[in-house]
């Protein structure tokens, strides 16, 4: 079975969307709503991945593949700030599973001070993951962010203006593992723990990659957030 995924610019927000029963539409929405939409195919695995860090599964060679990431505001890459992420997505009927490939030639400079679950993973070198499983606009979503120890913040926002929800617990596995020349993230993102709101309509995510060790943030986004 397969699905389509579009990137789009719609409305507001550093968001991407993810529609369907597991037949996956996404959009990511940016300030801008002029551009055309993108569209991939998203493969539903009939094997899902061993959560240990190393994407090598098969289910990662048929994946959904986002890797024209770019700087926070839709700059592209330069200089330094020029390393290649790969994020991947597939799912099953009970998980969406998420990998993403961080080229690091600087590795031996990450940051990854925290390593207790919801501690503030932001401020390391981290992937952040923003997913929407509702059709409310980006008021409402699941925030994930994971450094290179592997640890793990998950949170909910459930609306507009209000705090983020710590206490939210996604039940995803989540394993992070350092290469020589790059950092990997897996993981199991349990559909029956996200607030879902119906299966039938539009989802949204956004992935980000915050690299520390050149100052730069960047988004799979490609245009002004």
């Not at 939409?37 to 959560?51: A, D, F, K, M, R």
């Not at 959904?64 to 770019?70: E, G, S």
């Not at 059709?135 to 979503?141: A, E, K, P, Q, S």
């Amino acid at each position: 079975m397969e699905a389509t995924v579009t990137q789009t610019c719609v409305g507001s927000g550093r968001h991407a969307i993810l529609c369907g029963c597991l037949v996956v539409v996404c959009l990511l929405t940016c300030a801008a709503g002029s551009a055309e939409p993108e569209s991939y195919g998203l493969s539903v695995t009939q094997s899902p991945p061993t959560i240990d860090g190393n994407l090598t599964d098969a289910c990662w060679q048929s994946a959904t593949v986002l890797d024209r990431f770019v700087k926070l505001g839709g700059q592209a890459l330069t200089g330094e700030e020029k390393v290649t992420t790969r994020a991947y997505l597939t799912a099953d009927q009970s998980h969406l599973y998420i990998g993403v490939l961080c080229e690091e030639p600087l590795v031996d400079k990450l940051t990854m001070r925290h390593t207790e679950r919801d501690s503030a993973v932001w401020q390391d070198d981290d992937v952040e993951i923003m997913i929407v499983p509702c059709v409310r606009g980006g008021d409402r979503y699941v925030q994930l962010a994971v450094n290179p120890s592997g640890a793990l913040m998950d949170a909910f926002l459930p609306g507009q203006g209000m705090p983020l929800e710590m206490g939210y617990d996604s039940g995803a596995v989540v394993k992070a593992v350092v290469g020589n020349s790059d950092w990997a993230v897996e993981m199991a993102l349990p559909l029956a723990n996200l607030p879902i709101e119906s299966v039938t309509g539009a989802w949204s995510f956004h992935i980000a990659r915050a690299r520390r060790t050149t100052g730069s943030y960047m988004t799979s986004l490609k245009t002004p957030v």
